[in-house]
């Protein structure tokens, strides 16, 4: 969820004149000294290996570790760090520019800190999910509050957003797997608590299931509200092939099956020409066009290229298609200009009518943002193109550093820069137990 709700709904329309260059033959590949990309065609969770891209792409093993060791610093630790300690054992992920802690933030913290063997940050901010935004009781026990005050530990939103829930129960499996469960924290106990917690959820109240059980895809919020449409980005098919293995709940097949769910679902909710997607979708794919922010490829959309890159990455289930897509949504935004791309789209490719803000309250600007930057980069991993090679140099030459218009958002986009220099280094991968091959 993104930016606050109220905001968005009571944002003013502003028209926004002019269409995209068009350019005859700007779908055609480059000509590149590196020649076409050639993806693998083998998943991690076969091979065990995962691809350097930038290595592949000409960059030095010493300089892409260098390039990763920054960035982590960048978010987690420097000036501008969005990770905060608290005491002795806890610490945060907060969304600086709009003061609060989200679970979308608080879970992809955890995710970095596990996959980069970070365990203290993973357990800090474990302690402080648990303690301010999980319920212990209630209609609610065992989900999360989206929004937290920081600074008191009050609920800001008592309700959940899905993708919040999966990024949790995928983050602990994860570390159970790495650190085992007697270290102080009892990660598979508290994955599986969620997943219990999650199937006892059945409408009562209002709250129902993350997952809508009759289409097995994951709702945009699990209770009555939002339970019967999504968001694209929320489609993680890896995610759920690793609940599959590691939940051990008796629910295997179910997860496999949302697996393949949420493949079939991004091939109904992706474009067929720009390979670009809405914010919110019906189930069906079709946009979600009751509020205005959800019909148009806007900020959650940006994820969408890097959750399918994982799913090639790991899984290769899909790899066909998968491999189709990153031709499509590169060649658009190839097409836009690969130095000045903008982060809001409608799904066919035009400027939107509307442009979702982001930054000081009322500003309505369009940005070559680092978040697109990476995540698009991100889809090289599944690169049939020359062109593809030219995302890897984009990214690599992007900063995370304010805008001309000193916007500067080190939450979002660095989250992102980071887990996408994450993929395309090898670095995000499929934690399996010490003792498995």
């Not at 789209?345 to 600007?365: F, M, R, S």
């Not at 980071?418 to 280094?425: D, E, G, T, V, W």
Request: proline share 4%; aromatic share 14%; hydrophobic share 35%.
């Amino acid at each position: 969820m993104r930016p606050t709700l109220i905001i968005l709904l009571l944002a003013l329309t502003i028209g926004v004149s002019g269409q995209n260059t068009e350019n005859k033959d700007c779908n055609k590949d480059v000509s590149d000294s590196r020649g076409k990309m050639i993806p693998w065609e083998q998943g991690a969770h076969k091979t065990g290996k995962y691809r350097n891209v930038f290595l592949d792409a000409g960059y030095s093993k010493a300089d892409i570790d260098a390039k990763l060791a920054k960035a982590y610093y960048d978010v987690f630790e420097g000036p501008n760090r969005v990770y905060f300690e608290v005491g002795d054992s806890m610490g945060y992920v907060s969304d600086v520019k709009n003061q609060d802690a989200r679970t979308e933030g608080l879970s992809y913290g955890l995710m970095v800190a596990v996959q980069l063997n970070k365990k203290d940050v993973f357990d800090r901010l474990w302690r402080w999910t648990k303690k301010y935004m999980q319920h212990q009781s209630g209609p609610r026990e065992a989900y999360f509050a989206w929004s937290v005050d920081p600074n008191t530990g009050k609920q800001l939103s008592p309700g959940s957003a899905s993708d919040g829930e999966l990024y949790f129960i995928t983050s602990l499996l994860f570390a159970s797997n790495r650190w085992g469960n007697n270290t102080g924290i009892d990660y598979h106990a508290e994955a599986k608590r969620i997943l219990d917690a999650m199937w006892s959820k059945d409408g009562t109240n209002g709250i129902t299931n993350v997952i809508n059980v009759e289409n097995k895809l994951i709702t945009f919020v699990p209770d009555r509200s939002g339970y019967n449409y999504t968001d694209p980005s929320y489609h993680l098919p890896a995610f759920y092939e690793v609940w599959a293995e590691y939940a051990n709940d008796g629910r295997e097949q179910f997860y496999r099956d949302c697996a393949d769910s949420a493949r079939t679902y991004l091939h109904r909710a992706i474009h067929p020409e720009t390979g670009l997607n809405p914010d919110y979708s019906e189930f069906n794919g079709k946009p979600f066009v009751r509020w205005r922010m959800g019909d148009a490829f806007r900020f959650d959309s940006w994820r969408v290229p890097m959750n399918i890159a994982m799913d090639y990455s790991w899984y290769g289930k899909d790899k066909e298609w998968q491999k189709e897509y990153a031709v499509k949504i590169q060649n658009f935004l190839f097409c836009q200009g690969i130095n000045t791309f903008v982060d809001q789209y409608t799904i066919d490719g035009k400027t939107p009518e509307w442009i979702l803000p982001a930054g000081k309250p009322g500003v309505q600007k369009l940005r070559h943002s680092i978040g697109l930057v990476a995540t698009s980069a991100s889809a090289s991993i599944m690169g049939t193109q020359a062109k593809s090679w030219k995302f890897i140099d984009e990214l690599w030459n992007a900063k995370l550093e304010p805008y001309e218009d000193g916007y500067f958002d080190p939450y979002y986009d660095g989250l992102l820069y980071l887990f996408s220099l994450m993929h395309l280094s090898g670095n995000y991968q499929i934690i399996k137990p010490a003792n498995a091959k």
